[in-house]
């Protein structure tokens, strides 16, 4: 019989975090500590602006690239806050992050190709990389503080090797890649002369003293594709505005992807994107830092292992010592207790739960509560 689907969509997997998620509810979780959804509104500033550009009529087509004041907003940003230097042409605005991942991924892998990625990891990289017919070689770094050696990644490179992505701060974990790290995947691009996918929605999102992330190595800047996202720093995450900057002979096969995917973002919400990039996040860093520091405190009383995130909203601590797997964990919990978490199957680490505290103190300590009284009972 014809194969009616592409074989390659039916091999990937709908989100399972979302799947999860649906789950929880049909079966009537009341604390939810699921999605990674800033729980503060978007700043009024931002949303004038939108607004400001739908009165003035700002609803027409626009240029697939992006509204040039924006991207040269995005340059200037780039250079104050991560000291680099892209031009406007260096610059592609997308729907989101995940479209800038996806058309990054689609413009250089043939069916083959392979890509490095560090795990646990966020599950749309494998999926894309699916679409494309290329290989996921995974290295799992949770045995090594939540960083990479030379050795680790001499291991996991071929000749196909096409790419490596990074996500620093990192989700599920919150941990930054440190400049050893960084420094590992440098002095092997050099070497091996594959590209590095910086995935940065969370950048602004740190802790601790905040570190360049791996575009600070702009002598190797051909090779270097960086993935941004509005939504998570400026709660955003409706409005699907993000950026892709890679050198100019990449954008320009990249827009090819972009152009018949999504032709152009919406108009409109580009104009609260210009407005978004001089916001000052300090406040919802400091209340995320507040929330982090409770989860941490609840969650060291409780006997679980986790490294202590320096970044994002998500705390990864490990299951493995209860004996269950993660979906199972998460499903018992929820039939116990109400309270809804990530399984950690979800990240490539079946042996842990992830928990996203951007959501409000009350609904973050009822669902710690029940979390403690499940695990009492294992």
Known sequence: MKELLNSRLREAEESLIRKFSLLAVKLGAKHILTLGEPDFDTPKEIKQSMVEALELGKTSYGISYGNEELRRAIGAYEARVNKVDYAPTEIMVTAGATESLTVALLT?????????????????????????????VNIDISKNNFQLSTKML????????????????????????????????????????????????????????????????????????????????????????????????????????????????????????????????????????????????????????????????????????????????????????????????????DDHIRISYCVEMETLARGLDGLERFIATL
């Open 154 to 349: 001499e291991a996991a490179i071929t000749e196909k090797t096409k790419a490596i992505i990074l996500t620093s701060p990192n989700n599920p974990t919150g941990t930054v890649l440190s400049d050893e790290s960084l420094e590992v995947v440098y002095q092997s691009v050099k070497k091996n002369e594959f590209f590095v996918i910086s995935d940065e929605v969370y950048n602004q999102l740190v802790y601790t003293e905040r570190r360049l992330g791996f575009s600070k190595y702009q002598d190797i800047r051909r090779f270097i594709i960086v993935c941004q996202s509005f939504s998570k720093p400026y709660a955003m995450t409706g409005w699907r505005l993000g950026y892709l900057m890679a050198p100019l002979w990449f954008i320009s096969e990249a827009m090819k992807a972009h152009q018949y995917m999504v032709l152009a973002v919406n108009t409109f919400i580009q104009y609260g994107g210009i407005t978004a990039l001089d916001y000052d996040v300090t406040e919802m860093v400091r209340s995320y830092q507040t929330r982090r520091d409770y989860v941490v405190q609840r969650m060291s009383a409780m006997g679980l292992e986790f490294p202590k995130p320096e970044g994002a909203f998500y705390v990864f601590p490990s299951i493995e010592k209860y004996g269950l797997k993660s979906w199972e964990f998460c499903e018992k919990l929820v039939h116990a207790e109400g309270v809804a978490l990530v399984p950690g199957i979800c990240f490539d680490a």
């Open 108 to 136: 250089m892998l043939n069916p083959g190709d392979e890509v490095i990625n560090l795990i646990p990891a966020y599950p749309l990289y494998k999926n894309v990389v699916t679409f494309a017919g290329a290989k996921m």
